[in-house]
Structure formats: structure tokens, C-alpha cells
């Protein structure tokens, strides 16, 4: 157990967005050059490059992908095409992406299934993002926020892991899916509290916010955007945020680290990943263009405007760094839920 804490608690130090990709790329910033439109590195890319998207059109992924290449096309003179590749929770995108030949042209805006925890819970994957993948910059981080509906018995976190304890699998909570980044945070979590609930599984957050208001499942944890609105609504109540840290859209809502579970945290990100081998100069005309976007107020409004958190502007070595954590972060997580690995 003690060597579990001290895990944790070296999670929370490693995964601070301030102390990892904030503090860290303020340093560098003289580097990134000064505020502006960054310009493309010379002779790349010479036409249209493809961001690759693992999620159906419309969606929040897709909505911030189609927002980055945008602001790229701006960085790159030439256009940025978004392609929509959905199947097998991401894996058929991300697939594409690291057999392409790496040359600068297709690019994969990734997040935390396709290039973290899917190594850890799908022993045959066709891929492994450390070998396969070369990293040119995280782009956001999505919010979540464990909810209950407004006239729930639980007031707290606390609240409901004590009735938790005290009725073992009577509790209820929802994920997007099984063994999906929801699933294995919080089967970790309920690990580490000494308690079992019940798990179900939903398509999203749309579907679960009826049942969860009308007091069909206890707990959901949807994004921070929809939670919000709820609570405005007087629907919902927030409990906890699962970032490393409090949250600007929610200042006085806790981390679930400060509620008795140090190091504890489930930040979810998207960045842009391409096929390793990319020549460097590639790299860092992709990295140039997402710290363009980043320095862009207007960017960053609407990031902030669909309830999400800008990343800070940040370097390829910075953002390896960060994958190498997220990983670890991601496989002791795996190992702590208990859950069974397919």
C-alpha cells in the first residue's frame, strides 16, 4: 500500500500541466520566438497536409482538430485536409497513421486512447506509440467532472464512497465504455478507496445526463462544458474535477487529489503525432504551427468557449517527456483497476 501511495504521489508531481508543460515551456519560450503567426520551416510543407482524426465529424475531437488545421493552413500555406478514420476506438486512425510513409504528410490528432492507454489493454495492437510515433505538440487537455444529480443523498465525494463501503455494488457509476479511460480511472480509483460499484457503461455523456438527473445511475463523469450547465440548471451536482489541479472554468470545484487521494488525477489531452522517421524539419514546422495557434487568442477562446483548457505552447522534447509519462501514468493505472485486460 505505501508503495502505491508514494505512486500516486509521484504521479501528481509529474503530471501537473503547470509543472510539466507550463512551467516548463515559459522557460523555452524565448525559443518559440515572439508572438505572432508562426511561419512554416523552409520547403515543408510544399502541399496540402492531412490531419487524420480517429472520431466521427462532429464530435468534440473532431470539432478541435478542424479548429488546429485551420490556424495551420495559416502557419503552412497550404491547405490542411481533416480526415475522419473511425473504427476500433481509434486504433484503425492511429494504424493509418504509423505505417504512412514519414514524410511530413500525414499527421494524427491523437489523445489519450489511441496513444496511452491502449497499449495497456489490447495485448494485439498493430502499433506501439513510443516505437511508431514521433511527438510534435499537445494541443488541449478536456476537462472531466464527477456529478450527481442536484437532489442526490451524496454531497460529496466522501458522501458517496461511504455509502459506497457501507453497500458494496449498490452504488452506480457510468463510463463511456468498458475498459475505456473513464472505466480505468475510476476502477482505480475505487481500488484505492477500498469499495466496489457498479458499472455502466453508456455511449457518452448526451446519453447518460437524463438518467443521471432523473436518479437511474448515481455517478457520471462528463466534461466540464456540459457539467456546467447542468449545475447552472440546477440539475446536477459537482463533486470533484479529475484534472491534477483545480480547473479555471471551476475554481472552487476540488481535484479528487485533495479529497483524500493524492496524486490522483485523470487529465484527458489531444496532440499531433506523426509517423516516426518524419524528418526533423517536419516536426518542427508541425510544433511551430501548434504553438501559433496556442499564442492565438482567438483560438484559445473557442478552446475555452466548449469548456476545455488550451495547452500551454510547448516543445517536441517537452512533449515526449510528457508521453512518457502519460504512459506510465496509463499502465499503473491498468494495473490498479483490477480491470481484465483483453
Not at 488546429?68 to 476506438?89: C, D, H, T, W, Y
Not at 461511504?162 to 449498490?170: F, M
Amino acid at each position: 500500500m505505501l508503495e502505491t501511495q508514494r505512486a500516486w504521489e509521484e504521479s501528481a508531481r509529474r503530471l501537473s500541466r503547470r509543472r510539466l508543460l507550463g512551467a516548463a515551456a515559459a522557460a523555452a519560450l524565448p525559443l518559440l520566438g515572439a508572438p505572432g503567426r508562426a511561419s512554416a520551416q523552409p520547403g515543408f510543407p510544399s502541399k496540402p497536409v492531412h490531419l487524420v482524426v480517429p472520431f466521427a465529424a462532429g464530435g468534440a475531437t473532431d470539432v478541435l482538430a478542424r479548429l488546429l488545421a485551420k490556424s495551420m493552413e495559416a502557419s503552412f500555406g497550404q491547405p490542411v485536409i481533416v480526415e475522419n478514420r473511425v473504427g476500433a476506438a481509434g486504433v484503425l486512425a492511429a494504424s493509418y497513421v504509423a505505417k504512412a510513409p514519414p514524410d511530413g504528410q500525414v499527421a494524427l490528432f491523437g489523445g489519450v486512447g489511441t496513444n496511452a492507454l491502449l497499449e495497456y489493454t489490447q495485448p494485439t495492437l498493430p502499433y506501439k506509440p513510443a516505437r511508431d510515433f514521433v511527438d510534435a505538440g499537445n494541443f488541449c487537455y478536456v476537462d472531466f467532472v464527477m456529478a450527481v444529480a442536484a437532489d442526490s443523498r451524496h454531497r460529496s465525494l466522501r458522501d458517496l464512497l461511504d455509502d459506497a463501503r457501507a453497500n458494496p455494488g449498490k452504488v452506480s457509476y457510468m463510463s463511456a465504455g468498458p475498459m475505456g479511460t473513464l472505466h480505468i480511472a475510476q476502477e482505480a480509483l475505487w481500488k484505492r478507496a477500498g469499495v466496489t460499484l457498479n458499472h455502466v457503461p453508456y455511449k457518452g455523456e448526451s446519453h447518460v445526463a437524463p438518467d443521471l438527473v432523473a436518479g437511474r445511475v448515481d455517478l457520471a463523469l462528463m466534461t466540464l462544458s456540459l457539467t456546467r450547465q447542468l449545475a447552472q440548471e440546477g440539475k446536477v451536482r459537482m463533486l470533484a474535477t479529475l484534472a491534477p489541479e483545480r480547473l479555471r472554468g471551476a475554481p472552487d470545484l476540488p481535484t479528487v487529489a485533495e479529497q483524500g487521494f493524492p496524486g490522483f488525477a485523470m487529465p484527458t489531452w489531444n496532440g499531433v503525432f506523426l509517423p516516426r522517421q518524419t524528418p526533423a524539419e517536419a516536426v518542427r514546422a508541425f510544433n511551430d504551427a501548434i504553438n501559433a495557434a496556442l499564442r492565438d487568442p482567438a483560438v484559445v477562446r473557442r478552446i475555452e468557449d466548449m469548456g476545455l483548457s488550451p495547452s500551454e505552447p510547448n516543445t517536441p522534447a517537452q512533449h515526449a517527456q510528457f508521453m512518457e509519462n502519460e504512459r506510465r501514468r496509463w499502465r499503473t493505472m491498468v494495473a490498479e483497476s483490477g480491470v481484465q485486460v483483453q
